[in-house]
């Protein structure tokens, strides 16, 4: 897993303000679990690869995880002119995955009935190419609808509840389809639980609700969908989900792949021990699970912008340390969980991010303690590195995780090799070097 987290030159761009008054000191810490309590035995294995006669200085190197991602939210529209190119290679050196954060919501992909082609166009230049030059494996589709109503009347949210409908249905089966195979899954429905919008108004539970699920699946049969939603595993929202999947998506046959669990921790309020029981409560249904939405903040400090965050906007004093232990304290925890499949954060860069102090590089590209401790733990601790000057011919074994390999070595006609080997569970955890030819 390559990464590069060199932080050079400097901004003009403004960042999101962070209030000058501070707290005099951050909140009581959080309730934390013991690492020598998480097993990451379902993701590694004792693995072998056949090694050709001869050969030397052979190297491998975990390139991905065999099923975990770790991505970002991308808003390279927020970005300076100047700064967008060092801005686009860092989220792919840092990343695997990313989510547009705002570019697909319905009420900014067309804001006006009829009037999409250019946000689409936007997205397939700015984010589905760039994310295929990176190599991503995981480009989420966010979100197909979204009732809340903080940023403003939204036309589709003004029709009566059958116009509004069918124009859901249309959005949907257009959207699906001019996306098919770009991108992997889709949020489907976002915040439902606390903000259901017209799902309640127009009492659509039972009736569009489950067809949405339906069209979208069929628009792009591989494309995994998902509900994301808040306070699932930091409140008590998860029984609530569960209660939603099963009365009113299974009980009509309508698929759903996958959950999204936004992640916007207060600092103080982290509670792993419970993050641990809902995380489990959710895992029965049998579905993948993503950390969709991950930020850390320390208090509502900010100006009130959006009239259901009255007492203000989230901001993050957390010192450099602080953010940097809990942030990989949290990527180790998650990771540990068998049905949790990625972690993406909401952003990285404090010029480009909804909380303001939240990213792990602040404003004129400097990486904070954060962003070292994050390389180290994806690329070290996390990660399988084999180096061996003279390996003898034959199976060599190692304990690594699943996933791709990339793979280095001399032949003994003094040639480099290179390639890709895949290790999963089962016979796969043995695999041969393909390019062993001695010519």
């Known amino acids: 897993m390559t ?15 962070i209030p000058a008054a501070r707290p005099a000191e951050l909140p009581q810490g959080p309730v934390l679990v013991q690492p020598g309590s998480l097993s990451l035995s379902h993701r590694q294995g ?50 695997q995955g990313l989510s547009p954060e705002t570019q697909f919501k319905w009420f900014y992909y067309e804001r006006v009935p009829g009037q999409y082609q250019q946000a689409k166009d936007g997205l397939d230049r700015d984010y589905i190419q760039f994310a295929q030059d990176a190599g ?33 249905k249309h959005r949907v089966v257009r959207d699906v389809t001019l996306f098919k195979g770009k991108f992997q899954q889709y949020d489907v429905f ?29 628009a ?53 021990t419970h993050q641990q029981q809902q995380l489990d409560l959710l895992a029965t249904l049998g579905l993948d699970m993503f950390i969709t939405e991950f930020t850390l903040f ?33 990527l180790k925890f998650w990771f540990s969980h068998p049905a949790v499949k990625g972690v993406f954060m909401w952003g990285w860069w404090d010029s480009n991010i909804w909380i303001p102090g939240a990213g792990i590089y602040t404003v004129d590209r400097r990486p904070k303690l954060a962003a070292a401790a994050v390389q180290q733990l994806l690329q070290q601790e996390l990660s399988t590195n084999v180096t ?7 199976w060599m074994q190692f304990k690594g995780f699943y996933g791709e390999y990339v ?30 030819d001695t010519s």
Not at 388 to 394: D, L, V
């Open 3 to 17: 990464g590069c987290l060199a932080g050079v030159g400097s901004l003009q761009h403004r960042a999101p303000s």
């Open 46 to 95: 004792q693995l072998a690869v056949r090694v050709p006669k001869g050969a030397r200085n052979l190297t491998l190197q975990l390139k991905r995880h065999a099923d975990f991602v770790f991505g970002t939210a991308y808003y390279p529209e927020k970005v300076a002119a100047a700064d967008l190119d060092w801005y686009k290679s860092m989220t792919a050196s840092m990343f």
């Open 136 to 168: 991503f494996s995981l480009v989420r589709g966010h979100t197909l609808e979204w009732s809340k109503v903080d940023f403003g009347p939204f036309w589709a949210h003004q029709l009566n509840c059958s116009e509004y409908v069918a124009a859901l």
């Open 190 to 218: 976002n915040e439902i639980i606390e903000a259901p919008g017209l799902l309640d108004t127009c009492n659509l539970w039972d009736t569009a609700f489950p067809d949405i699920f339906k069209l979208a699946h069929e």
């Open 220 to 272: 792009d049969p591989e494309a995994q969908l998902c509900i994301n939603d808040l306070g699932l595993i930091e409140a008590g929202n998860a029984l609530k989900l569960i209660r939603i999947i099963k009365e009113h998506l299974w009980a009509h046959d309508a698929p759903i792949h996958c959950i999204g669990i936004q992640a916007h921790f207060e600092y103080a309020g982290i509670n792993m």
């Open 298 to 330: 320390t208090s509502w400090a900010g100006p009130p912008i959006l009239p259901d965050h009255p007492d203000g906007w989230p901001v993050s004093y957390l010192d450099e340390q602080t953010q940097a232990d809990m942030t990989t304290q949290l």
């Open 388 to 394: 061996s000057e003279a390996p003898a011919a034959g």
């Open 407 to 436: 793979y280095s070595f001399v032949n003994q006609a003094g040639k480099q090799k290179t390639g890709v080997l895949h290790f999963g569970r089962g016979a796969a955890r043995r695999q041969s070097l393909l390019q062993a």
